[in-house]
């Protein structure tokens, strides 16, 4: 049960602070920019950055594809410009090239189980508190221990507010 | 599996008294309101096969909330009916080029495109967009999706809401600071996975 607490609050924070990147080697298809993200690699939470030799493409927002072109789906070009996530599970990778090349998808993976091992815990030291506060917060609900689960929690907001969140309450779970 | 997973945790942190079927039913209830939802997660895409003077379509089974949507590899505008109206007032027989989809007083899951397909598309067959040239004169649906199992970093969240509704619920383990403290801890914890998008 802890191992599965520490499991699952791990990931939610190493996505939250992008603690465990991870690089590889992608090699796209020619004349197509739409690309699943587990078939780049297996472990992505979320893609980070693009890299086509030793130039970064351009982060743009998948809303914006279509007010900086809006036939950016068949748009030919002579190198890749900009990458767009859409969603955690679709990569665009554009303009579309006449011939395949690799480019460098650096991505935050999700954290393996830990199995017991304190190894098996990637999280960096400094950031152990956040994490400890996160899993006594869910811990406690096991117990229903909610007067104690103040604090952990109280932790947790302080954090988030520091981070520039004005309403914690407010904030919806997906949204 | 992520839905296992999911579920197995919502029966660790209720200590046993969640109902299993209440609480599978509910989790596809929140896998289907993350489309739903704003923050893209989940996401798709398939060909939908045009016919020469079709103006509707259906979405892919899958789909939950359409997100873009292309004909022929040019992206079309979602629009209304009082748009296709003032464009032209015989829009639905209007032959021509698709630039326009609507939903607005469609059947449900159905697109209505305009102008109207002036050919057919080319067989798309179990071609899917990924990593794949594109079957000309077709429609490219870009959407977010329902599915079995969310990511492995939404697992945690979704057993809070799946555990938050199972704690609402009328049963013999009904608490209802139970499950506003799980509401409290999806704010809490979908708050940082926000920040990652």
Sequence with gaps: MLNRLIDQCQRVLNCNQRLVLKTVDFTTTARCVLYQSSLIAPDIARVEMVRHNVRNLFDVPWESLVHQDRLWLKARGQRADYFSRIGNDILVIAPALAMPITVQVVYTAVTPAPTGVPADVLIPDENVPMLRDMIEAVALLRSRKFAEAENPVTRIKSMLTS????????????? | MAKADVLQLVSDLSA????????????NDVVYEMGLGRSVSLTGA????????????????????????FYDETSMHPSDTKEAEAYDKEWRATLGEPRVWLVEHETNRVFTVLPVPRRSG???GATTPFGAALPEANFLVVYTENRADVHAFEELIVALQVLGREFDRESDHTDHTAAQYCTMLVGLLGAMLATKK
């Excluded at chain 2, 046993?16 to 989790?27: C, E, H, I, K, R």
Aim: without cysteine; proline residues 4%.
């Design chain 2, 122 to 124: 080319a067989a798309v």
């Design chain 1, 163 to 175: 981070m520039g969140y004005e309403s914690i309450e407010g904030t919806s779970g997906q949204g």
């Design chain 2, 16 to 27: 046993g008294l969640a109902d299993q079927t209440a609480a599978s039913a509910f989790y």
């Design chain 2, 46 to 69: 398939a060909f939908v096969q045009a016919t020469k003077s079709a103006g509707q379509y259906s979405f892919p089974v899958t789909a939950v909330r359409p997100l873009l949507l």
